[in-house]
């Protein structure tokens, strides 16, 4: 995995996107609404807390080891929201240079990397149940596809609940969007909104209110989890000595203790609450 890929960067990067939502989408297949809004709304103060927390320490921390403000803002939105994802949406606003974006999301690809195989190991020695350990995955992990990938490893029950919380959670891009465009006073923001959440939601109010023969929702699960699995191989196909090497040390280190401080209090707040 770490030895280089013959895929392009660019290439691999779009179809990981495409195929992610795709599948999270047939996923919504399997499940019922009123799941869908229990597991969001139990996962709605948790989003909260640590989104604005993370954002706050990152530019604290970043100030202190005197990273760029720039730097510092994408890997915090990353590391609060969704990965590459939140990156994605705010470094237009920041007009950040690509050295800039290629560093936030060389930091969080490596961490969402480490995740994939750490965190179903920690959930399993704590004896987390499916709920706590989907919320605490939804909530720790950056991107949504390690996301998926980790609770897909633990249970159906954990990835269901951790697909609607990490969903729940990626809205906040349009909000965070806007006041990054505030506070670093860019009047002409481009807001990118992930529509794909709305098409999981549609997905799953059919599942919940339109009669169909079980074997078709069994086939969109499937579907989705072969989904899941290819994006999984494109994630490690994009990973190299290379990609590790240019983050550099400060960033990474800022990311590392932001992933460690949001995973560390998540997971004590999640064993104590839920």
Request: hydrophobic share 55%; proline share 3%.
């Amino acid at each position: 995995m770490t030895v280089g890929q013959p895929l392009a960067r660019k290439t691999a990067s779009r179809a990981t996107k495409l195929l992610l939502q795709v599948s999270v989408v047939l996923l919504g297949f399997s499940m019922n609404l009123q799941k869908v809004v229990e597991a969001g709304r139990t996962g709605l103060f948790f989003t909260i807390a640590t989104i604005f927390g993370t954002l706050l320490l990152g530019f604290l921390i970043g100030r202190t080891m005197r990273i760029s403000r720039i730097t510092s803002h994408l890997i915090s939105s990353g590391t609060a929201i969704c990965g590459g994802s939140a990156i994605a949406a705010v470094g237009p606003v920041l007009d950040a240079s690509d050295e800039e974006m290629s560093v936030a999301l060389g930091t969080v690809f490596i961490l969402n990397s480490v995740a994939l195989f750490v965190f179903p190991a920690i959930g399993h020695s704590l004896a987390m149940t499916q709920s706590q350990f989907g919320i605490w995955a939804a909530i720790a992990i950056h991107d949504t596809s390690s996301v998926v990938g980790a609770a897909a490893r633990y249970g159906t029950e954990a990835l269901q609940i951790a697909t609607t919380v990490k969903l729940t959670r990626a809205l906040w891009i349009v909000p965070v969007t806007i006041a990054t465009a505030i506070a670093f006073r860019k009047k002409s923001a481009r807001i990118a909104v992930p529509w794909f959440i709305l098409w999981f939601i549609a997905a799953s109010v059919i599942r919940t209110y339109v009669p169909a023969p079980l074997p078709l929702w069994s086939a969109t699960t499937t579907l989705a989890k072969i989904g899941l699995t290819v994006t999984l191989f494109l994630i490690g196909a994009g990973l190299s000595r290379k990609s590790i090497a240019a983050v550099g040390a400060r960033p990474m280190i800022l990311g590392v203790l932001l992933w460690i401080t949001i995973s560390c209090v998540s997971l004590w707040a999640v064993l104590k609450i839920v």
